[in-house]
């Protein structure tokens, strides 16, 4: 299957596959834009970040880009004593292509390998405005230590999309997405210096029909892989199955109230961890009040199922909420959150629920000048027992994140960033404490 998954991704990846992006606005400085998501989005705590998501690695119409920069962590190992320092080149080569022409790159789909069905947030089809709009983009990172040279590594992520609006009422939007990619140090229960390097594909499909003014119908179907390098790692190894149907009715000309049915599948390659079905129930309201401010807030109840036998079912009250704000045409503020469970990172433990806060505030200073502040709170809490360091107990650990960053477009085929972000871990298992400050300077170059 997982073989499979590759050569569609493939072939998903040479054709021109979609963006669901508007006519773009005045360009701004891309380096500071607020990270993906359908609606924009927060970075995910703990979720690797790529050099071109740091730096920020495309700007313009031209399709091809080179971002070369510098970082700077005091913590590489993310341990919670003996820190060591770590400076890091990151060369990130990388191309992307849209037909119809676009004037700005649509945002990158977040994925989250712990999220059943690998998606943390939920994925809308917003219109092109063009009968067929293709996208698609890839971008490498090469890391280059200074102190930690056989922990130098290689990403790739390649993503595409096409949305097609067809007479009657009827859009189509697939997407896929291909990773090549490592967790953070110390994920899980793990405190060693080994890497581990995965790659996962995530193909999600949606199909829309609008019934009348008032009514949308709505199905989606999605797969994902995920495929760990290392046998240590391999009881993550999964394929997970998503299907879906919603139903919107406009109850004012810029509000939409639904209700949402999800079921997801979850398959583990090994017999580790629990599989397990989940049957997800919401109701939800969507708004686009004014042009400047567009949400969606949705609730519900979970159940999850799982196969084998001796293991407890579990029921949980899940929601979400995304909102974006726009201030004025050079400010904005993005927030989401998020109640849900995810699949652990720990073997034996089935799963746990995850709460999830956050806040990206971006903020064009002037003509060539853009400012970017982020913050996230994530808490996770396990639901078995674990035992580690001669403690037993349910583990929880709280992630705190804060950061910033100053982008300056000096020429158009140009941009320097400069930023700094401060990350902490605080679990009730104190060999995974963290803390660790990280400063980068990057600079880009379009073609």
């Not at 050079?330 to 959150?337: E, N, Q, R, T, Y």
Request: with cysteine; hydrophobic share 35%; glycine share 10%.
């Amino acid at each position: 299957m997982k073989h499979l998954s590759a050569l569609v991704g493939l072939m998903l990846l040479v054709c021109p596959l979609t963006g669901w992006a508007a006519d773009a606005a005045p360009a701004t400085p891309e380096t500071m834009e607020a990270p993906s998501g359908y609606l924009p989005s927060p970075p995910i705590a703990g979720q690797v970040q790529t050099a071109g998501e740091v730096f920020g690695a495309e700007t313009g119409y031209l399709h091809p880009y080179l971002a070369v920069g510098e970082v700077y962590t005091d913590n590489f190992f993310n341990t919670p004593g003996n820190k060591e320092e770590e400076f890091t080149t990151v060369v990130t080569p990388g191309l992307w292509l849209a037909f119809p022409g676009l004037k700005t790159r649509p945002e990158k789909l977040a994925t989250l390998n712990t999220a059943a069905g690998g998606m943390p947030l939920t994925r809308f089809r917003q219109n092109s405005g063009h009968r067929l709009q293709g996208y698609a983009g890839y971008s490498a990172d090469f890391y280059k230590n200074k102190n930690f040279t056989d922990q130098e590594n290689t990403t790739q992520r390649g993503e595409g999309m096409i949305d097609v609006n067809l007479r009657g009422g009827l859009g189509l939007n697939l997407a896929a997405v291909y990773e090549n990619t490592q967790d953070p140090y110390s994920t899980g229960a793990s405190n060693s210096r080994l890497v581990d390097k995965y790659t996962s594909y995530l193909f999600d499909g949606i199909a829309s029909y609008e019934v009348g003014p008032r009514l949308t119908l709505r199905a989606n179907l999605g797969y994902y892989s995920l495929d760990y390098d290392a046998d240590r790692n391999a009881f993550r190894d999964r394929d997970d199955f998503k299907a879906g149907a919603a139903v919107s009715y406009r109850v004012l000309p810029k509000t939409r109230v639904f209700v949402q049915y999800e079921y997801v599948d979850v398959d583990y390659d090994r017999g580790v961890q629990d599989d397990s079905e989940e049957n997800r129930y919401f109701l939800g309201l969507h708004w686009d009040v004014t042009g400047k401010t567009q949400g969606m807030i949705k609730g519900g109840y979970e159940q999850k199922d799982f196969k084998q036998s001796g293991v407890s079912d579990e029921d949980n009250f899940i929601a979400e909420v995304q909102l974006t704000h726009q201030f004025t045409p050079k400010s904005k503020l993005s927030l989401s959150g998020t109640r849900q469970t995810n699949e652990s990172d720990i073997a034996g433990i089935s799963n746990r629920l995850t709460y999830l806060g956050a806040a990206v505030y971006t903020q064009q200073l002037t003509a060539k000048t853009s400012l970017k502040v982020d913050f996230s709170y994530n808490r996770d809490e396990y639901q078995d027992l674990l035992t580690f360091g001669g403690k037993t107990d349910y583990r929880d650990d709280d992630y705190f994140s804060i950061g910033a960053g100053i982008g300056w477009s000096a020429l158009r085929w140009m941009n320097l960033s400069l930023g700094y972000n401060y990350g902490n871990r605080d679990s009730n298992f104190d060999r995974f404490d963290y803390e660790n400050s990280t400063f980068y300077a990057n600079l880009t170059v379009t073609m």
